[in-house]
């Protein structure tokens, strides 16, 4: 199942111009598109990660300093 970015609703396959729908706000995807968001997607949720993670280790790092 396919999810739209904007509004995150179910997104319809459309048959004849082979994209898919998103019914609530009309926005189109097509395959390709949506494989390539996916792919974005991965990489910036992975980032936030380091991030999140380099954050904590310097908070850590941190207090033992001032500990
Ligand atoms: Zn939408």
């Known amino acids: 199942m396919r999810f739209c970015r904007e509004c995150g609703s179910k997104l319809i396959y459309d048959r004849e111009s082979r994209e898919y ?4 706000c009309g926005l189109t995807y097509t395959i390709q598109e949506l494989v390539v968001y996916s792919e974005k997607d991965l990489e910036e949720r992975f980032k936030k990660d380091e991030k999140k993670k380099l954050r904590e280790e310097y908070l850590q790092w941190w207090l033992s300093k001032k500990g």
């Open 21 to 24: 729908v998103c019914r609530v």
